[in-house]
């Protein structure tokens, strides 16, 4: 049967490793390729490295690191950070990275998705939604590391990029982003249930309770995560660990 | 020597790595002379079908490939759209598949995509003939990652060594003689994973031809 998939998330900047409080306040905590070796020791379900200057900076990825943790991974990969365009996807591809993942391009440009899933199969395409609670209600969409509001209200859009042909949505909180205060189940169950495609969500689990809760309420689910599995104790100490489902 | 075809497409490196830990001999196959070399051969892919077809089209490995599988009868494992390519045709393009094995490639399709969303994403147990030399020391329902929307479905079911539940029963593994495919990504499977491609280095694959 298939299995929710515990999975956690790595932010990159300067070539380190990162971890935000609601996208800002970002800590070092270390190497990605270390990282990812201690990742495959303890066989984590699937990793998500995520380099939050790209698209902010207007920088192309980083092709280097991204062939060296890919070649590292031993288990599936989905990069995401400053891909705007089919030929970096291509590219991303063929350096061994499974999944890549789009975030403030579709946006403006939707064909980018119909002509990236006839291309390259919707299995490897996902989408980041950057979201987060509006102050009267509802959510809404951001991207630029939720510096750039967009007005499209998150589950229309997600119900959007699947009938493009997003094979994945991955539901990033911004205000639980860093907290360990639990995922926003609201959200994540309003998406979750309107698309037929993959859900992954990411944002706020403090404990593997949050990760279990998500899973039992939502069923086949990606439950991601950053700071439990970057951070141990309530100094915050760095430590990758790791456990999922059925460990 | 183990050749692992590079066609532009799938993760060459992670094969690549996973044999250089396990100490044996493989190289990243982008030249026809490569597969000349090798005795055994693995053909990776990820993405659409048509893409695939037409990278390995252009490549300059078809020839030799085919000729090293179907005449040398050499060793050959596909893996996910490395597997479909072994096919005649696939529903997700119009290019002709390698044809290597009597099967097409049709689409997942349910209606209760709440059980059962596309793609097939994730960790899934496989039923497999624990007889088969490709699962020697593994558990009798192996769990490996799948990354798919499409399946390879044979008309010999005879060949079929390794199937799947997700809303249908689909083929997951087939051997014909020489020729191994294998949906899910056993270079991102961890143990398990390295079980196969192990095996797969030292088993007898055309054995029952």
Redesign the interface.
């Known amino acids: 049967?298939?299995?929710?998939?515990v999975i956690p998330v790595l932010l990159v900047r300067d070539k380190g490793l990162v971890k935000t409080v609601k996208f800002k306040n970002d800590k070092y905590v270390g190497d990605p390729i270390n990282a990812v070796r201690i990742f495959?020791e303890k066989?984590v379900?699937?990793l998500i490295v995520l380099d939050i200057d790209a698209t902010a900076q207007v920088k192309e990825p980083n092709y280097d690191l991204i062939?060296n943790i890919?070649?590292?991974?031993?288990?599936?990969?989905c990069y995401g950070g400053g891909v705007n365009n089919l030929d970096q996807i291509l590219k991303i591809?063929?350096?061994?990275v499974?999944?890549v993942a789009l975030s403030a391009a579709p946006y403006d440009n939707e064909g980018l998705i119909e002509e990236a899933a006839?291309?390259?199969?919707?299995?490897?395409i996902a989408v980041v939604l950057d979201v987060r609670k509006r102050r009267f209600g509802g959510y809404q969409c951001m991207t630029h590391n939720a510096t750039v509001a967009r007005k499209i209200e998150p589950v229309d859009y997600a119900r959007k990029l699947a009938n493009l042909g997003a094979?994945?949505i991955i539901i990033n909180s911004i205000d639980r982003d860093g907290t360990m205060s639990g995922y926003d189940t609201r959200i994540i169950q309003s998406i979750n249930?309107a698309?037929?495609?993959?859900?992954t969500a990411v944002g706020g689990a403090g404990s593997m309770q949050d990760v279990r809760n998500l899973a039992d309420k939502e069923?086949?689910i990606?439950c991601a995560a950053g700071s439990i599995f970057v951070f141990k104790g309530k100094y915050r100490a760095v430590l990758i660990n790791y456990q999922n489902l059925s460990q | 020597m183990i050749a692992i075809a590079s066609y532009g497409l799938g993760n060459v490196k992670a094969f690549a790595n996973v044999y250089h830990r396990l100490n044996i001999e493989h190289c990243i196959a982008d030249k026809p002379e490569q597969l000349k070399d090798a005795d055994r051969i693995i053909l990776p892919g990820v993405g659409a079908f048509d893409h695939a077809m037409q990278l390995l089209n252009q490549s300059g490995l078809r020839e030799t490939l085919d000729h090293a599988v179907l005449i040398q009868k050499k060793p050959v494992m596909g893996i996910c759209v490395g597997m479909q390519m072994m096919a005649c045709k696939s529903e997700e393009g119009t290019l002709e598949g390698l044809g290597w094995v009597e099967a097409s490639v049709r689409k997942f399709s349910t209606e209760d995509t709440k059980t059962y969303p596309l793609p097939h994403m994730g960790w899934n147990t496989l039923q497999i003939d624990s007889s088969h030399p490709l699962f020697a020391n593994m558990s009798d329902n192996p769990e490996l990652y799948f990354l798919h929307s499409y399946y390879f479905d044979n008309e010999d079911s005879s060949i079929t060594i390794a199937t799947t539940d997700y809303a249908k029963r689909f083929t997951t593994i087939v051997q014909k003689a020489n020729i191994i495919g294998i949906q899910c990504h056993p270079e991102k499977s961890h143990d398990t994973g390295v079980s196969i491609l192990k095996n797969f280095a030292s088993m007898q694959a055309n054995q029952n031809a």
């Open positions: 049967m298939l299995r929710s998939r495959n066989e379900d699937e062939e890919a070649s590292e991974c031993r288990m599936p990969l591809l063929s350096l061994g499974e999944k006839r291309r390259v199969g919707s299995q490897s094979g994945e249930s698309v037929p495609i993959p859900v069923g086949i990606g």
